[in-house]
């Protein structure tokens, strides 16, 4: 038989470059069936904006068959990296893996904002500082400042939910207390879990230094199911926005440095915000190749649970749970459906609360546009991604959308800002929703965040001060 | 041309970057094409207007669906590549008289729900359904599990809007299930792989959709006692609606992935469903459990919730995954043999497998024959490589002495096309180019496809 027109050299055995995993590449057949499960594609219908053509770009990066431009650059930095496609694969390419690589030698080309690059650089990774701009945010939004600021900001700030002032010092004085508790009395009051479970608490940066109410809530939960919750002081931002936009060495950075914050407790490391569990769970995979720290990473990867999880396998005090008469929708968060796996755990959580009817949204795993900074880098297409997410939640006719992870929850309070539904359609996190029926009946109350604060129940590491 | 081009479909329908020509160069097979250009229609009057600029300047034109295709059909020799994904409107559908309307673009699976919502069915139903287009099915005539109950693409096809290769537009068949007008055009369009024409409307026949289904799983000790099933079944007044086959290797490199705690000591597992009213459903899941044991299945389960079913599916849905674990490159066949060749087909082609080593998963649809034997191996091992084509002709040359057909439901395109003559022999080629030269004199729609060009 003749060689036809059509059949292909042989690719080279050795990648043109290194950096990226050649072999990982090579696993994708092209079968096209991550396509539709792509919000690029999908809106689009272009293949260099699938994955199957950003997996072939990234191979012909490898294979020298395609320079380093910013013709390359450019789809690749329109992922939104929500790993939906990782879902669809039938031939297991890792692709969140392989786009963070790929992204270490695009980032230089298509650079973020100087803004966004200070911010990663310079507060995302510590938590006081961080905490002071939530805290000059908070004074800001009071003032009616915050609503100034342009663009895909501004949009992002009018979504933040009232930010109450003295709630970054509160959290300090949160973790303080629960530190000093640690060491005496406290940890009667922090109620003992009938199988004497400790949980450690991730406490993340965005969630503590604007969202704290729901690191509050969270915790709150935690404490009902019976969890002695300890905060081990020294963490600090789990890194994944790092990652996801081309900076692995900050990323690792922050691993060793949450790594050796953990290490020091036993017990399940816990945190509600999808996309950072899915990234505490890669340390494993971002240290493999550090002979030090290697191991360590291994045993912190697998002791990382999403909150849902956690209280999935615990369950919840069904005689503490008062009925909530509310007609609920759920949001999956990317990097917990497609990442982590966990599909079931939240949506079974929220139908044990009673009263609660529970509508499945159509395209409920599809990304709403968020992604990490991405509607901050894109706001056009994460628009285009939020609108139709929203037709989606209005189909439901959902009173209440609960999220998993801040950034669903930030990019959801837009999407029914600029619906026009504020009032009528509720963004809440899985752990508020929770909080509030446990909390007891109160139906025109509104988000928790505006309640007493109660946090009395958290115990937090020793070492020094956490900021 | 370019130029032409861009005035014709307006600014960024035209698709000429590195990056996108490699893109759409690829379909899901390991062979590899070579575009110019990329274009994007949307309309029917846009698609004519790019076909009357390719044939101007003997340009060769490459529709191209969603790419899912495992023929090679999809991959373009030079020219333009023709992308139908914007055209994607589910038009019509028409719940009196069972039909639906649609542009080539639209997804096989919104179809389905689009059907399903308005209470009605659209059977066929290729693995790749989730992500193809109905443009891409028409074109290669895609099947499915669904096949021997429900038919192939093709019976399901009304009438199709067609653009010639020089830009005029041909509406073949119609709206009604009986149509004797003259040639069956429609026909001859279905499964011609985009060389004769580009669909840009379809009218399609949906039917009533089933009440209920019911999934079964039954492990044979012995492959021949699991290939008789299908006849039994029809014996007994049972047309099961789908009945998968997966044999032994299937089975471990599966249950080597999952750990599902399959019957890996089994040498074949089927799994079947049968659909219609509900009592009906109980009554003839009961049916083929019973004949199963009768033939000699070692075990039966029946699925009691759609969760279960999903479960019984998932042995045979993650073959593919589960097998390029083993090595990356998947090369996936599709002979169909008559249904009583089938015993023999599978010990065939595991008697290659044993010869050669390679590493290859028997599955398929037992129902209608059609069985896929999926090699895997490693692009860059070029002694295997060349293996790996030595046992496709072998399997090709099997299936034809069986009684069967090179293609079931993936088609031609470049992959098969070298063993095209060896089924159709010289007479068939002839005519078909004949065909071909009828309707595209200059070669231009799809060239080098189903060796018409040669």
Redesign the interface.
């Given at each position: 038989?003749?060689k036809?027109?059509?059949?292909?050299e042989?690719?080279?055995?050795r990648p043109a470059i290194s950096g990226l995993d050649y072999?990982g590449l090579?696993?994708c057949?092209?079968?096209?069936?991550?396509?539709?499960a792509c919000p690029t594609y999908r809106e689009t219908?272009?293949?260099?904006l699938?994955p199957?053509?950003r997996l072939?770009?990234m191979r012909?990066l490898a294979e020298g068959?395609?320079p380093l431009d910013e013709?390359?650059a450019e789809?690749l930095d329109l992922c939104l990296g929500c790993r939906a496609c990782e879902s669809?694969?039938?031939?297991?390419v890792r692709y969140g893996r392989l786009l963070e690589e790929v992204r270490v030698l695009t980032a230089p080309l298509k650079p973020p904002g100087r803004l966004i690059r200070f911010g990663l650089r310079h507060l995302i990774p510590y938590p006081g500082p961080l905490r002071a701009v939530g805290w000059l945010a908070a004074l800001a939004q009071r003032l009616g400042l915050l609503r100034l600021l342009p663009g895909a900001f501004g949009d992002l700030a009018r979504a933040l939910p009232r930010i109450h002032p003295a709630r970054p010092y509160r959290a300090a004085r949160a973790y303080r207390t629960a530190r000093v508790l640690s060491g005496g009395t406290g940890e009667e009051k922090a109620g003992q879990a009938p199988n004497g479970q400790t949980v450690l608490f991730f406490r993340g940066c965005i969630q503590d230094a604007f969202l704290f109410h729901q690191n509050e809530a969270a915790i709150r939960v935690l404490t009902a199911a019976g969890a002695r919750c300890i905060v081990p002081a020294g963490q600090v931002c789990c890194g994944a926005l790092h990652a996801h936009s081309g900076d692995l060495e900050t990323a690792r950075r922050l691993a060793r440095k949450n790594i050796a914050a953990f290490e020091r407790y036993p017990g399940p490391i816990v945190t509600h915000a999808g996309g950072c569990g899915a990234h505490l769970k890669e340390y494993a995979h971002l240290l493999r190749d550090n002979p030090e720290w290697a191991e360590r990473a291994r045993a912190f990867s697998a002791r990382v649970m999403d909150f849902s999880q956690w209280l999935a396998e615990v369950g919840l005090p069904a005689d503490a749970l008062s009925p909530l008469p509310l007609t609920v929708t759920y949001q999956d968060s990317c990097h917990l459906v497609h990442g982590q796996k966990v599909r079931r755990q939240p949506r079974d959580l929220i139908r044990t609360i009673p009263g609660i009817r529970y509508r499945e949204m159509n395209g409920a795993d599809r990304c709403c546009g968020s992604a990490g900074i991405y509607n901050l880098v894109h706001p056009e297409m994460a628009d285009r991604v939020l609108r139709e997410k929203m037709a989606r939640v209005a189909e439901t006719g959902a009173q209440v959308v609960v999220t998993a992870n801040p950034g669903c929850y930030l990019q959801l309070r837009l999407g029914v800002q600029q619906a026009g539904l504020e009032g009528q359609v509720e963004v809440l996190s899985l752990a508020e929703l929770l909080d509030r029926s446990l909390r007891g009946p109160s139906p025109t109350a509104p988000a928790v965040s505006d309640r007493s604060p109660g946090t009395g129940a958290c115990t937090g590491g020793s070492g020094g001060s956490d900021t | 041309m370019i130029a032409e081009l861009e005035e014709a479909l307006g600014p960024g329908r035209v698709?000429t970057?590195?990056?996108?020509l490699?893109?759409?160069a690829?379909?899901?097979t390991?062979?590899?094409?070579?575009p110019e250009a990329?274009v994007?229609p949307e309309s029917t009057a846009e698609v004519a207007a790019v076909m009357r600029i390719a044939s101007r300047h003997k340009v060769p034109v490459t529709p191209r669906g969603?790419?899912?295709g495992l023929s090679?059909g999809a991959?373009p020799?030079g020219g333009i590549v023709l992308?139908l994904?914007?055209m994607?409107r589910i038009k019509e559908i028409d719940r009196k008289n069972l039909i639906a309307v649609v542009e080539p673009?639209v997804?096989t699976?919104h179809l389905q729900q689009a059907a399903e919502a308005a209470g009605l069915f659209y059977p066929p139903d290729p693995a790749?359904s989730?992500?193809s287009t109905i443009g891409g099915n028409i074109a290669e005539n895609a099947g499915g599990p669904r096949c021997f109950k429900y038919g192939v693409t093709r019976d399901y096809v009304l009438g199709l809007e067609v653009v010639l290769a020089d830009g005029r537009v041909l509406r073949t068949g119609g709206r009604t299930v009986k149509n004797v007008t003259g040639y069956d055009l429609t026909r001859l369009m279905v499964g011609s792989e985009g060389t004769l024409g580009v669909v840009t409307e379809a009218t399609l026949r949906l039917v009533p959709r089933p009440e209920a289904t019911q999934t079964l799983m039954a492990v044979f000790p012995r492959l021949e006692d699991a290939a008789e099933t299908n006849a039994a079944l029809v014996a007994r007044g049972v047309t099961p609606a789908t009945l998968e086959i997966m044999d032994q290797l299937s089975l471990r490199v599966v249950e080597n992935y999952l750990h599902l705690g399959l019957p890996v000591e089994a040498e074949a597992v089927l799994v079947i469903s049968v659909d219609g009213f509900r009592e009906a459903v109980q009554r003839q899941a009961d049916t083929v459990a019973a004949i199963c044991r009768e033939l000699g299945a070692s075990e039966v389960r029946i699925a009691r919730t759609p969760e279960e079913a999903q479960e019984l599916w998932r042995a045979r849905r993650s073959i593919?995954?589960a097998i390029?674990?083993v090595k990356?490159?998947?090369i996936g066949e599709d002979v169909a043999v008559p249904p009583s060749r089938i015993p023999e087909l599978i010990r065939r082609i595991q008697y290659l497998r044993e010869k050669t080593g390679l590493t290859m998963a028997i599955y398929g649809h037992i129902g209608d024959g059609n069985i896929h034997p999926n090699v895997v191996t490693?692009?860059?091992d070029?002694e295997e490589?060349a293996k790996v084509?030595q046992v496709l002709?072998e399997i090709a040359r099997i299936a034809l002495e069986l009684g069967g057909t090179l293609s079931g439901e993936h088609g031609i395109g470049?992959l098969k096309?070298?063993y095209l003559e060896m089924e159709v022999g010289e007479t068939g080629i002839d005519v078909m180019r004949r065909i071909k030269r009828a309707l595209d004199p200059d070669g231009i729609l799809n060239p080098?496809k189903m060796r018409l060009d040669e």
């Open positions: 038989m003749s036809s027109w059509s059949v292909p042989p690719p080279p055995l072999e090579l696993r057949v092209h079968c096209g069936f991550c396509a539709q219908g272009l293949e260099t699938s199957r053509g072939t770009l012909a068959k395609l013709g390359l789809p669809a694969c039938p031939s297991g | 698709l970057s590195p990056q996108a490699l893109c759409y690829l379909d899901a390991y062979h590899v094409g070579r990329v994007l969603a790419g899912t090679g991959l020799k992308s994904t914007r994607n673009g997804i699976a790749s989730q992500v593919s995954t390029t674990q990356p490159t998947k490693d692009l860059r070029r490589m084509e002709e470049t096309a070298p080098g």
